[in-house]
């Protein structure tokens, strides 16, 4: 029950303030500007004469928009269109007339014959009856009536019948179904005029006097709109005239002349083939488009025309537009169907200043912390630099720039990528480890399986061995030999990437029973040699820049799924320009394999590494490790111990008893052994070299698989397979003998397949 408090009476005063502007602003406003022409009456009674009509000479445009008004006998007065009798009941400036016409009627007396019949009709040339506004309407029981006018110059007619049925149960208020018929109006319509007439002048059915009937039938063309049938109609149409819809345009002959003119501002619109025009106010305007400065601005706002939330959060503005706004403290595009108008949030300084600083302080934070996160980045990128300088990656990049032979395929892999590989070098993907490091097994997004070598140690040497094997490979393309797919220098250790070769290395497979418990037989071992001889063979000579592997041992000796020898580990191994024969270099090799003259001399030749091959011939032969400390003290050296073997003629006993046996082989394993006694001469001079020891070794495994073959012995596919992959003659041979014997699909394709290598 508290007084009316300052704050309750601030909006009192203002709404009275905001009315009495209103009020005064209503009453100020100017008067609605006459729509007739300056100087001209507008008015005839109650109905609005806008230019081009007027009711004298110079008010109308021209005689066609003359109208008449009767002030002498209608109060109040009547327009009448030109001198017609057509009464004008309002008109539009869209270009329509609304006038009233008569309805026609026939009524008949009892007898049958005729009472009154008229024949009402609307002759105006300069307009035409609307289509789309009337219809032509008949009521009666036993009613036709016909319509008739000009249409383009041609005459028009038609016609409707009007019936009831014998008991006119159908006959329904608002339904133009039984005793009521209706047509459309055609387009364009001119003088219309109408009839209307009985069939039987209403003298059926017989009962009719018992419905009380009346005798009459009407027809007339009005403003569907408005017309709705009644059943009383039938009875009782007392209506002399009706309203009609005229359409009205300006006929012109030549719109480039002055006559065909609209306000300005207003649009013109070209109707008929052009013959015609009607004016426009565009929206937003309103007035008389026809008139010099008809067309006005709209106030919307005051109209209430506008889609603003409320009249007062409308502002109007010229050129047809308006504005909508929310008042002070309120937010929104204050239109009905928009945003409309929200209170804004009390305390919006507070918050404006809580969001400033708020704002403020995240954007302080994101630029510290991406500062920071740019300076870890930098370091890193810094380190990763660092790296590729230490792991010799610019003198890498200098040979690889140096070297530009078309199998130099080494590529530079990122650090993201092997790691993706190997899943973080995670242990699980170990399959390798030795003093030179680990070698983890990884897959490639493209699906290709790699190996990679991880060094463990962290010193110069170790790098430089790891460039070292980068540029021999580089230099190196032999089947025989892994292929070395790129490496990474990014890393704190460099990383080298090669092809995986499936099935480990020929040490494990002769001495690891765990891993392996199938031996290798003789005719495998042997192309092991083989190849392995070869591939030497290849280094020592027919490679681009001679190469001296400088650590064969069947540890470096890898295998793949069908046992093909692989030459792994070239980061020991020298290029030897051509001019020299032998280098000085420090001693580096795997004691057991290790040349001894190379030992005493630090002299580095080719030989040395034929020394070595011997070790691992020896290997294959008796199965037995390079150096064996837990055996007999006369097994220690596998050199010393098979030559003694050899030298007491009981070779046979030092064979691997793991393969099987026969004659032919002890033989093979003989001329093997007696090569593998020359490559393992003390004096280097003594030793043949590599590319005899391959001939030599050749020689043996072509002679196996002739033998073998007449021995009719080879019952494995596969190794047939693999022994094809030599050419030679004897291959040749061999190849199409087997065809003759067997028909084994898969040696076919071989065949298809090589005969044109061995051409
Ligand atoms: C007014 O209307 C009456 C009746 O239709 C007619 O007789 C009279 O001539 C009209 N007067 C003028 C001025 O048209
Ligand atoms: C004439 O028609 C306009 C709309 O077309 C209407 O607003 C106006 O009231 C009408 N005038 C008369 C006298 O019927
Ligand atoms: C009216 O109808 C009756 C009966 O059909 C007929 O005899 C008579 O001649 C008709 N009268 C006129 C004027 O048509
Ligand atoms: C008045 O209308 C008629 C009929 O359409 C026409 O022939 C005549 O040219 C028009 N008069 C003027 C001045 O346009
Ligand atoms: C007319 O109506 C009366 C009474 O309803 C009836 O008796 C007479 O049969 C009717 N005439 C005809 C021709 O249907
Ligand atoms: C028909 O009208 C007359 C007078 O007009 C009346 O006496 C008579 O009762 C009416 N008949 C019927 C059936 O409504
Ligand atoms: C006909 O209808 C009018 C008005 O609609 C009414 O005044 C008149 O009395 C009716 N006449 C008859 C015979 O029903
Ligand atoms: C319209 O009038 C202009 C200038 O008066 C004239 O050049 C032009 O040929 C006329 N066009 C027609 C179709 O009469």
Redesign the pocket.
């Given at each position: 029950m508290g007084r009316p408090t300052a704050k309750k009476l601030v909006p009192l005063i203002i709404a009275i303030v905001v009315n009495i502007a209103i009020f005064s602003a209503a009453v100020s406003s100017s008067p609605v500007p006459s729509l007739a022409k300056l100087g001209c009456e507008s008015k005839c009674g109650d109905v609005e004469i806008p230019f081009p009509f007027g009711m004298s000479d110079n008010c109308y445009l021209n005689i066609n928009f003359s109208i008449?008004c009767?002030h002498?006998?209608?109060t109040p007065a009547k327009p009448?269109l030109m001198?017609s009798?057509v009464e004008v009941t309002n008109i539009s400036l869209h270009g329509e007339l609304h006038v009233l016409n008569y309805v026609a009627r026939a009524c008949y007396s009892e007898d049958g014959s005729a009472d009154i019949k008229n024949r009402p009709s609307i002759r105006v040339p300069m307009f035409t009856i609307s289509n789309t506004k009337n219809k032509f309407t008949v009521i009666g029981c036993d009613t036709y009536a016909y319509i008739s006018g000009e249409l383009d110059g041609e005459s028009y007619r038609s016609g409707c019948m009007a019936l009831c049925g014998t008991f006119r149960k159908n006959i329904k208020d608002g339904s133009c179904w039984s005793g009521c018929c209706q047509l459309e109006i055609p387009k364009g319509l001119q003088k219309l005029a109408l009839e209307v007439g009985s069939f039987h002048n209403y003298t059926e059915p017989e009962n009719k006097s018992n419905l009380n009937l009346s005798q009459c039938g009407y027809a007339f063309v009005i403003e569907q709109n408005i017309f709705n049938f009644k059943k009383s109609y039938i009875n009782n149409y007392t209506e002399e005239k009706v309203p009609l819809v005229l359409d009205w345009k300006i006929k012109h002959e030549n719109c480039s002349t002055d006559k065909c003119k609209c306000g300005q501002k207003s649009e013109k619109i070209l109707e008929d083939g052009s013959k015609y025009y009607r004016c426009k106010c565009p929206n937003g305007y309103h007035g008389n488009p026809y008139l010099d400065e008809g067309c006005q601005d709209t106030n919307e706002c005051k109209l209430g025309t506008h889609q603003c939330v409320s009249n007062d959060m409308c502002e109007n503005a010229p050129e047809g537009t308006y504005t909508c706004y929310c008042p002070e403290n309120y937010e929104g595009d204050g239109k009905e169907g928009g945003t409309g108008c929200r209170k804004k949030h009390s305390n919006s300084k507070f918050i404006k200043i809580a969001t400033g600083t708020g704002v403020g302080i995240t954007v302080l934070l994101i630029a510290i912390s991406w500062l920071y996160l740019g300076y870890k980045k930098w370091k890193f990128i810094q380190r990763k630099e660092e790296f590729f300088k230490k792991n010799g990656g610019t003198m890498l990049q200098q040979h690889l720039s140096q070297w530009q032979s078309p199998t130099d395929t080494v590529r530079i892999f990122s650090q993201e990528e092997l790691e993706k590989a190997t899943n973080k070098f995670n242990e699980s993907t170990v399959v390798g480890k030795g003093g030179y490091g680990t070698v983890h097994k990884g897959v490639l997004d493209d699906g290709s399986v790699i190996a990679i070598k991880k060094s463990q140690l962290l010193d110069q040497s170790q790098t430089s061995q790891f460039i070292n094997e980068v540029i021999v490979l580089s230099q190196v393309n032999h089947r025989n030999v892994v292929k070395l797919l790129g490496c990474c220098l990014e890393t704190q250790v460099p990383l080298l990437v090669y092809e995986f070769i499936t099935n480990g290395t020929l040490f494990d497979h002769i001495h690891d029973r765990t891993k392996y418990s199938n031996h290798i037989p003789w005719e495998a071992r042997l192309r092991i040699a083989s190849e392995t001889a070869g591939v030497i063979s290849y280094l020592h000579s027919s490679a681009s820049t001679p190469v001296i592997h400088r650590d064969i041992k069947s540890t470096n000796i890898l295998l793949d799924h069908n046992f093909t020898a692989k030459v792994s580990d070239f980061g020991a191994s020298k290029l030897v320009p051509m001019d020299q024969t032998q280098l000085s270099t420090m001693v580096q090799g795997t004691l057991g394999y290790l040349d001894p003259e190379y030992l005493l001399k630090s002299e580095l030749t080719e030989k040395s590494d034929v020394y070595s091959f011997g070790i691992v011939l020896l290997e294959l032969i008796t199965g037995k490790k390079a150096v064996c400390f837990d055996g007999p003290e006369a097994e220690r050296n596998l050199a010393m111990y098979v030559l003694c073997a050899m030298k007491e003629d009981r070779l046979a006993e030092v064979v691997d008893k793991e393969m099987v046996m026969d004659e032919g082989k002890l033989n093979q394993i003989k001329e093997v052994s007696k090569i593998a006694k020359e490559c393992v001469r003390v004096r280097g001079e003594e030793r043949p070299n590599m590319k005899e020891v391959a001939m030599e070794l050749e020689g043996l495994k072509v002679m196996q698989v002739q033998h073998s073959w007449i021995k009719n012995n080879l019952s494995n596919s596969e190794e047939m397979i693999s022994l094809l992959g030599e050419t030679s003659n004897s291959t040749q041979f061999l190849v199409s003998s087997r065809m003759n014997s067997t028909s084994n699909s898969i040696t076919t394709d071989i065949l298809t397949a090589h005969v044109p290598d061995a051409r």
């Open positions: 008449t009767n002498t006998h209608f009448f001198n009798n």
